[in-house]
């Protein structure tokens, strides 16, 4: 078996979101690539038969950014967003499936939304950024640019933009699948705050440009889905269950009148899980059918289809472990997901809804030759009794009998998240990362994460770092007394808000010997002036600030408030140029374990933001995560 090294988790190909042909017979992926002497990505698109019948093929040469591919209605012709014009924004490019030059359809100084262009007929629709400003002066909520709905005329190559919109930020837009009107989903800025907060549905006639207004939504909305339900046609779309922000994702459902407005700000809109333990994560449109949904149950996936009679989900089948971008073809008899298991990396499957799904690509067949650390799956209650998931990885050719084991227990972000029974490998420390140097590594998924249904997720509005803490403590216990992790030796570590649960738990305990704070939230308030969520954020953690002088709900539950209290070694990783979690975040929390002697080191990107994109970035942040718990524990 050959070593598993930094550059073999960084070096590889990543296939992307699919798109399925409406005939069902291709699916075309991207599939990113990072290699050697390259800092950044590029993506090729590649081409599959559904069957499996044929090899998948190289669409697009993939020297440059080839990405967001949509099929004409056709299936013979697909357009995608490329900056292979001089590397500048993205633009429309059209290629026919057996192959040949692709052709640029738009060069616009403002390229397209990383949103995927929509072939109707002989239009597009493309959501467009407008021309970017270049001042010497920023007017707040003036520097991001707004994306607007173009339609693009592929006999005349003319475009015209839909006016009718207003001054309003163009999220996704939908084709009814009969040929006829677009759902477009907007915002009111670009902003997440208040942007995501005022989220709007409308319906667009692509000949014409007329709009008609359908009224609010909940929040956060994402994926209009028509169906055709008895008495006329229905919206499907995801958003968070009320009151948010804090909560699940849940599927609503509206009425589209034939004329005229809709029923005004959410009225009559219908949640179609409610009261279900799972989570939906995508919704597919059948041309003559109810849609099917995507959910996410405990650690595994499935596929549910909706019943027109009960107007609920019924489940259709189930997918082991991880499955995500859920695309079905116009017939809906055709799925693709990307999909991973315990032992195999994220790939592209396909096949009938009600299964089985057969791979497709295969991206990494380097990786097996690498001897895998085993991984379990765990079950156990909280403290108050409620059931709980997570997985558990012991060191490559090693099994319970062999413990106890220094124990690393990695927290996912979110949180609204979770760790699926999925292959734990990536750039940012992973399970497989750390097995792999003789670390059993436990990966809870505490109350406040997806998969478990809306109340699990809501438990944590306003209370981050309570139940969900102990939650996690609980799981730690078990596994000590079960003889598998040494109590002697525990690290914790995260990031985004695993990085928050782990400056958390140092300053709530010294039971750990090392801990690894990655881009995350040291102070809840200051989140709430520089993040890029703004209000959104006091969801988590209980208030703003300007709510009076205070003491406030989120000193309670901010790291900082208890750094005194901290001994155990601390790692802090950001990005520099992070907008959800500011590096102002990690600098404080440094400065907090500098002034009370603290043993830490503190490391930024430069040019980062949230993820840790740079190749020579990944590569040390493997090393130094590995380094860092080898010291401690």
């Known amino acids: 078996m050959g070593e598993l090294t930094p550059e073999l988790v960084v070096d590889g190909a990543v296939p992307l979101p699919p798109a399925i042909s409406p005939d069902g017979r291709w699916v075309a992926y991207p599939v990113t690539v990072i290699g050697r002497g390259e800092e950044h990505p590029r993506s090729a698109i590649w081409v599959a038969a559904t069957d499996g019948s044929s090899p998948p093929r190289k669409l697009t040469a993939g020297a440059a950014r080839d990405c967001l591919p949509r099929w004409a209605p056709d299936s013979a012709t697909l357009f995608f967003g490329s900056d292979r014009v001089r590397r500048g924004p993205l633009q429309v490019h059209r290629i026919p499936l057996d192959g040949g030059a ?19 007929g002989r239009l597009v629709a493309v959501v467009a950024a407008d021309r970017p400003a270049h001042e010497d002066v920023v007017v707040w909520g003036e520097g991001v640019p707004y994306a607007r709905l173009r339609l693009l005329d592929l006999d005349t190559g003319r475009s015209r933009a839909v006016d009718g919109l207003g ?6 837009v939908r084709q009814r699948p009969d040929g006829g009107p677009l759902a477009v989903l907007s915002w009111a800025t670009p902003d997440l705050d208040p942007g995501s907060l005022d989220c709007r549905l409308h319906v667009v006639d692509p000949e014409t440009g007329d709009v008609r207004e359908l ?8 994926c209009p889905t028509w169906w055709n339900a008895v008495g006329g046609w229905h919206l499907c779309y995801l958003a968070t269950t009320p009151p948010g922000p804090v909560g699940g994702r849940a599927v609503f459902d509206v009425a589209v009148p034939e004329t005229g407005s809709g029923p005004g700000p959410a009225g009559g809109h219908r949640n179609l899980t409610l009261g279900m333990t799972v989570c939906p994560s995508g919704l597919a449109q059948v041309a003559d059918g109810p849609p099917l949904a995507l959910f996410a149950d405990g650690l595994d996936s499935a596929i549910h289809r909706l019943d027109p009679e009960s107007r609920g989900f019924g489940q259709v089948s189930s997918v082991r472990g991880l499955a995500g971008a859920l695309v079905v073809s116009r017939s809906g008899e055709v799925a693709a997901v990307l999909a991973s298991t315990s032992y ?25 030759r690498v001897g895998w650390g085993s991984q379990e799956r765990l079950s156990y209650q909280a403290s108050d009794g409620l059931d709980l998931d997570g997985l558990l990885i012991l060191p490559p050719g090693r099994s319970r009998g062999d413990g106890p084991f220094p124990l690393v227990t990695l927290v996912h972000g979110g949180p609204y998240a979770r760790h699926a029974d999925q292959f734990m490998l990536g750039p940012i420390p992973s399970g497989q990362w750390l097995a792999t140097a003789g670390y059993a590594v436990f990966l809870p998924n505490p109350r406040g994460g997806e998969g478990h249904g809306h109340d699990f997720a809501a438990a944590v509005a306003g209370a981050v770092g309570g139940a969900e803490w102990t939650d996690i403590l609980r ?17 914790i570590g995260g990031w985004s808000h695993g990085g928050f649960m782990a400056a958390w738990a140092v300053g709530q305990t010294g039971r750990f010997k090392a801990a690894l704070m990655g881009a995350g939230i040291s102070d809840w308030g200051m989140l709430v002036a520089t993040g890029e969520g703004g209000t959104l954020e006091a969801g988590l953690g209980g208030s703003c600030g300007w709510e009076g002088p205070g003491p406030h709900r989120h000193d309670q539950v901010s790291p900082i408030s208890y750094a005194s209290r901290i001994r155990t070694p601390v790692l802090i990783l950001h990005g520099a140029d992070d907008t959800n979690v ?22 930024v990107y430069p040019g980062e933001g949230h993820s840790i994109q740079g190749r020579g970035h990944q590569l040390d942040l493997l090393r130094r995560t590995r380094a860092w718990f080898d010291r401690w524990l």
């Not at 692709?102 to 109707?120: F, R």
């Open 167 to 172: 001054d309003r930020h163009v999220v996704e």
């Open 582 to 603: 500011p590096v102002g975040q990690a600098v404080y929390f440094h400065r907090a374990l500098r002034r009370f002697g603290v043993e830490h080191r503190f490391v």
């Open 344 to 368: 195999e990396p994220v790939n592209v499957h396909a096949g009938p809804p009600a299964g089985p799904l057969t791979r497709l690509s295969d991206t990494r067949p380097e990786l097996r």
């Open 215 to 222: 009224g609010g939504t909940m929040p956060e909305a994402s």
């Open 475 to 491: 799981g730690i216990d078990l596994l000590i007394a079960d003889g598998v992790a040494d109590p002697d030796r525990l690290g």
């Open 102 to 120: 692709a052709e640029a359809l738009t060069a616009w100084a403002g390229g397209i939304s990383d949103h995927l262009p929509l072939a109707c």
